[in-house]
Nanobody
């Protein structure tokens, strides 16, 4: 398994930016679809963004499209989530997950999850 490990969360003011990182502590991310999900207090987990490792295809939820960018560094075996123009509604625990279904926005298609990193956006 991949065993993703997230980092980069923190507290930021509305309108600010953060970059989350996800690295594998087990197998490499090669050949995996890697996605970001988030869960706010009292809410269900929701899809944020994902991308194929080998073909560069990326896709986003409507709520973050145009503000967030998912990218990867093959040499560093790391997936990033650049988050710009953050809003208080973006406050959540962000999870990195690895799976095998390109195009999927369903958590059940991602079998390997990190522990999450907290992002808090103040108004």
């Amino acid at each position: 398994q991949v065993h993703p490990v997230e980092s980069g969360g923190g507290l930021v003011q509305a309108g600010g930016s953060l970059r989350l990182s996800c690295t594998p502590s087990g197998r490499t991310f090669s050949h995996y679809v890697v996605g970001w999900f988030r869960q706010a207090p009292g809410k269900e987990r929701e899809f944020v963004a994902a991308g194929g490792w080998s073909d560069g295809l990326t896709y986003y939820s409507d709520s973050v499209k145009g503000r967030f960018t998912i990218s990867r560094d093959n040499d560093e075996d790391t997936v990033y989530l650049q988050m710009n123009n953050l809003k208080p509604d973006d406050t959540a625990v962000y999870y990195c997950a690895a799976g095998g279904v390109l195009g999927s926005r369903e958590g059940r298609d991602y079998g390997d999850w990190g522990q999450g990193t907290q992002v808090t956006v103040s108004s």
